[in-house]
């Protein structure tokens, strides 16, 4: 009995002292992954934040270099940071079409091109080729960040009306010459509502307010 106790007793520590030496060696490793795996998270959501501003001002984007001296980031040398705009999601699939047929009567289109995928890839320093290179950083992305960069809001006052009208049926009637027909036949007396004045094909008006906006705060002035 005593001999078996002492057997466990030994058992034990062998189990005891191999688990912390497997953890001594392992902990670090792991803090050390969590760690780059935090650095890499916060590059890539400065890089999407950034990249548009600095695009649209004509500024070079960051690279990692950058990010290590600006922001204290370090990755290490097996690490590139790629980024690229593409169409390939499925809403844009299913408005290409539609975008090709209105841009072709009227000039109207809205970019399609606005998924920005941006990600950080292991680098292989024995491929040459540059094919080889960009195959093997689609092939081995380590982290991959996706955002739809335009959300398609009017930047002046002629997108905010233009942009409407491209998709009223009416307005491309108003194009047509349809004002035409109206004067004519709005000078029979039942027919005074055709008028060009009265009724305007495709018209937006863009200061309008709806009149819940305008109620006071208490409400008082609210139907």
């Not at 809001?153 to 349809?178: C, E, Q, W, Y």
């Not at 000078?187 to 509502?193: D, K, M, N, S, T």
Request: hydrophobic share 40%; proline share 4%; net charge negative.
């Amino acid at each position: 009995m005593k001999r078996a106790y002492g057997q466990a007793l030994v058992e034990l520590t062998l189990v005891m002292s191999v688990f912390a030496t497997a953890m001594i060696w392992a902990l670090p490793n792991l803090y050390g992954s969590l760690q780059q795996r935090n650095a890499a998270q916060q590059i890539l959501a400065i890089h999407l934040q950034q990249q548009p501003l600095r695009a649209s001002s004509d500024h070079e984007p960051l690279q990692l270099i950058d990010y290590q001296d600006k922001f204290a980031l370090v990755l290490g040398d097996e690490y590139s940071l790629n980024h690229k705009h593409s169409s390939d999601y499925r809403f844009a699939k299913v408005v290409a079409p539609l975008w090709g047929i209105i841009s072709s009567r009227n000039g109207f289109s809205l970019p399609l091109n606005t998924l920005e995928h941006v990600s950080l890839s292991v680098v292989d320093n024995h491929a040459v080729a540059k094919e080889n290179r960009a195959q093997q950083d689609e092939q081995q992305s380590w982290l991959s960040y996706l955002r739809l960069a335009d959300g398609w809001a009017p930047r002046s006052l002629n997108d905010l009306v233009n942009r409407p009208k491209a998709l009223t049926t009416t307005h491309h009637l108003h194009n047509l010459g349809f004002q035409d027909l109206q004067a004519l036949v709005s000078i029979l007396p039942f027919a005074r509502e055709f008028r060009g004045d009265q009724l305007q094909l495709g018209f937006v008006n863009v200061d309008v307010v709806p009149k819940g906006a305008l109620c006071s705060s208490n409400g008082s002035d609210c139907e």
